[in-house]
């Protein structure tokens, strides 16, 4: 799970600044969000006077039919229409579970998708202590799991069922690269390598900004090989300095 934080660069084009992947990323609570903004007179008076429609996107719907499709996709099963995903971290408690009320609008929103795709399933909540597994893939409690959301970044504990197409994962294991501020970087210094089909360069030149790891060796800027440093040394009004693993706007330093 995913979400790309972007910017409008001064041709007006959208420039992909970050990439962020974690299960506990922001952009889950859009539909709550989305549902205080509608209730909101000032908001509504705003939407009326200028004609103006929000577009809703339901995420967890968004998210439950990816699965779906993955799931068909890999033949794991929904032969008999059923689906059954787990929330799985070892910060998980049972008292948690229960008082949590973003887990229970998580249980409403499966409740509502299985309801308008006529499927059958169980969501769960569980620690890792709590799955089981088999040849044949993960269990809770007797049930086949098609889909683990792992909360906790680091290695996945079930990487052989993966391989094996007997379980999905989601982040886990690569959220550490997948979030890392260096992959912008490689993109950029890469763009004329033969790994991309010109549709690709095309991509990357128009939606990720000039970016390199700043280390002490010659890069090419504007058609002119320079020293890293020293361009940036020398130019540091057009530079954003950033950590290559950072979160909530820390370790920023801009100009």
Same mark, same amino acid.
């Given at each position: 799970l995913g979400? /790309?934080?972007f910017i409008l660069d001064?041709?007006n084009e !959208?420039?992909?600044?970050?990439? *962020?992947v974690?299960a506990?990323?922001g952009g889950?609570q859009i539909d ?7 209730n909101?007179?000032v908001i509504?008076?705003? #939407?009326?006077?200028n004609?103006?429609?929000?577009k809703?996107?339901?995420? &967890?719907?968004?998210l439950?039919?990816?699965?779906r499709d993955i799931?068909r996709?890999l033949?794991?099963?929904?032969k ?6 787990a929330? =799985?971290?070892d910060?998980?408690?049972?008292e948690?579970?229960?008082q949590?009320?973003q887990?229970e609008?998580i249980k409403e929103y499966?409740?509502l998708?299985k *309801?308008?795709?006529?499927l059958?399933?169980?969501? &769960?909540?569980r620690?890792?202590e709590?799955l ?12 086949? =799991?098609?889909c683990?959301?792992?909360m906790d970044? /680091?290695p996945?504990?079930? =990487?052989? #069922?993966?391989? *094996?197409?007997?379980?999905?994962? !989601?982040?886990?294991?690569i ?5 890392n501020? #260096?992959?912008?970087?490689?993109l950029?210094e890469n763009l004329d *390598?033969?790994v ?12 990720i900004p000039?970016?390199r790891k700043l =280390?002490n060796?010659?890069?090419n800027y504007?058609?002119?090989l320079t020293?890293l440093?020293? #361009? ?8 954003v300095?950033?950590k290559s693993? /950072?979160?909530?706007g820390?370790d920023? &330093?801009? /100009?």
């Open positions: 979400r /790309g934080d001064l041709n !959208l420039k992909c600044i970050e990439f *962020n974690s506990n990323l889950w709550s969000i989305t549902k205080g903004y509608q909101s007179s509504n008076e705003y #939407l009326v006077t004609k103006i429609k929000i809703e996107v339901n995420f &967890f719907f968004n439950y039919e990816h699965i799931v996709v033949e794991m099963g929904l008999n229409q059923t689906l059954n995903v929330y =799985i971290s910060k998980f408690s049972i948690e579970v229960k949590n009320e887990i609008a499966f409740a998708f *309801n308008a795709y006529n059958d399933g169980c969501l &769960f909540f620690r890792y709590e089981n597994s088999t040849n044949e893939g993960v269990f809770c409690m007797g049930t086949r =799991i098609h683990i959301l792992e970044s /680091g996945s504990r079930f =990487i052989h #069922l993966v391989k *094996n197409k007997k379980v999905i994962t !989601l982040n886990g294991t959220t550490i690269l997948m979030c501020k #260096l992959n912008l970087a490689i950029s *390598n033969i991309f089909s010109e549709n690709e360069k095309k991509i990357v030149k128009k939606h000039w970016s =280390i060796t010659e890069t504007n058609g002119k020293s440093i020293d #361009l940036v040394i020398n130019n540091q009004e057009k530079f300095l950033k693993i /950072g979160f909530g820390e920023v &330093f801009i /100009g």
